[in-house]
C-alpha cells in the first residue's frame, strides 16, 4: 500500500514539473551572415543556462521582411508587430555592424530584447575591438547578459523625440539609437544627450519610474545664421573697425595740423580752421572702431542677414549708424 502511494505520489510530481512550460526565446542575428555561427553557438548554451527553450532564427516571411525594412530606419520598436506573430516569451535579437580597416575588423554588436506580445524591453551595445570569432563570441554573452539584467529590474518606458529627427540618443554615455526611439529601461536616474550635425548638443535629465512612461522631447538649436551659412565671424565688422580706426587716426593728423603755428595768414596764403573737421573724424572713426569690434567679437550672421553701416560728417560733428533690415 505504501509503496502504491509512493509511486502515485512520484507520478503526480513527474506530471507537475512536465505541466511547467520553460520559457520561450527564439534568437535571430542579422548583419554579416558568416559572423552569425559565432554568436549563435555563444548565445545558445547561455540562454539554456538561464532555463530559456531556444530557437535559432525564424522562418516568417513577415518577421524578415519586417527586419530588412527596421533595420534600415533604424527602429527597433518598429520590430513590436511582426515579432508578436512568433508567440514566444522573448525575441532576442542581435544586428552586427562590421567596419574593416586596415585588416582589421571591429564589429558592434546592437542587441534588443522583446518580451511576449513584442514589446521591447531594452537595447545594450557592446563592441568588438580587432574582432575574431573567438572574441566575437564572448562580445554576444556579455551583450546579452546586460540585457536580462536589465530585464530582471523595475522597468518603465522612455521615448524620446526631437525637432528635427534623425539625432543619435546617447543614455548614460552610450550610443543606443536616433530619433525617435523608445524602449524599457531600468527605474531610477538617467542622463541623455542629443546629437545632430549642424545643431548643439543638447542633454538632459531624465527620472525613470516602474511601469510609467516618461516622454522627452528635444528642440534643437541649429549651429546656422539665417542665411544657413556656418555661424562664423562677419569680416565686414572687422572692416569697419579698422577703418574707423584710420578715420580717428587722421582726425588726429588734421587736428595737429590745426595746432601748427608756423603758418600764419597773409595776403598770399588762406588759412583754413581743421580743428571742427579733425574733432569730427576722431569722433566718428573712434565711433566706427568701437561699433566695429563690438560686432565683430558678438554676432556671426552671415553679412546677408545684417544691416550695412554708414557714417557720415557734418559741419560741427559727425555720427555713426546702420541703414538696411535688422
Not at 2 to 15: E, H, I, K, M
Not at 110 to 134: E, F, P, S
Not at 138 to 149: I, S
Not at 210 to 230: C, H, I, Q
Request: glycine content about 12%.
Amino acid at each position: 500500500m505504501r509503496a502504491r502511494l509512493a509511486s502515485l505520489v512520484l507520478s503526480f510530481l513527474v506530471l507537475s514539473v512536465g505541466l511547467v512550460r520553460a520559457e520561450s526565446i527564439v534568437v535571430i542575428v542579422n548583419g554579416e551572415p558568416a559572423k552569425h555561427p559565432a554568436v549563435e553557438i555563444a548565445l545558445e548554451p547561455l540562454l539554456k543556462a538561464r532555463g530559456l527553450e531556444v530557437k535559432l532564427g525564424t522562418d516568417d516571411k513577415v518577421v524578415k521582411q519586417k527586419i530588412t525594412d527596421c533595420v534600415v530606419i533604424a527602429t527597433p520598436t518598429c520590430l513590436e508587430v511582426a515579432l508578436a506573430r512568433l508567440n514566444v516569451d522573448f525575441t532576442l535579437f542581435v544586428n552586427l555592424d562590421v567596419d574593416r580597416e586596415g585588416g582589421r575588423e571591429e564589429i558592434t554588436v546592437n542587441g534588443w530584447l522583446y518580451g511576449a506580445g513584442g514589446k521591447l524591453i531594452a537595447a545594450q551595445v557592446q563592441v568588438c575591438r580587432d574582432c575574431r570569432n573567438d572574441t566575437l563570441g564572448p562580445t554576444a554573452e556579455d551583450m546579452a547578459k546586460a540585457l536580462f539584467v536589465v530585464q530582471s529590474q523595475g522597468l518603465g518606458k522612455l521615448t524620446f523625440s526631437s525637432r528635427p529627427a534623425g539625432a543619435k540618443v546617447f543614455l548614460d554615455g552610450e550610443l543606443v539609437g536616433q530619433t525617435p526611439w523608445e524602449q524599457g529601461v531600468r527605474e531610477g536616474e538617467h542622463e541623455a544627450a542629443f546629437e545632430l550635425p549642424g545643431h548643439r548638443r543638447e542633454t538632459r535629465k531624465v527620472v525613470v519610474r516602474r511601469d510609467e512612461v516618461t516622454a522627452v522631447d528635444v528642440v534643437l538649436t541649429p549651429m546656422t545664421g539665417p542665411g544657413g551659412g556656418k555661424v562664423r565671424r562677419n569680416p565686414l565688422w572687422l572692416g569697419v573697425a579698422i577703418g574707423g580706426a584710420a578715420v580717428a587716426i587722421g582726425g588726429g593728423v588734421v587736428l595737429a595740423m590745426d595746432e601748427d603755428d608756423t603758418l600764419t595768414p597773409t595776403t598770399d596764403q588762406y588759412f583754413t580752421d581743421t580743428a571742427p573737421i579733425g574733432l569730427a573724424m576722431i569722433g566718428v572713426g573712434a565711433a566706427a572702431a568701437v561699433a566695429g569690434t563690438y560686432l565683430y567679437l558678438t554676432t556671426g550672421r552671415p553679412t546677408a542677414a545684417r544691416s550695412t553701416p554708414t557714417a557720415w560728417v557734418a559741419p560741427g560733428g559727425g555720427g555713426v549708424g546702420w541703414a538696411g533690415a535688422f
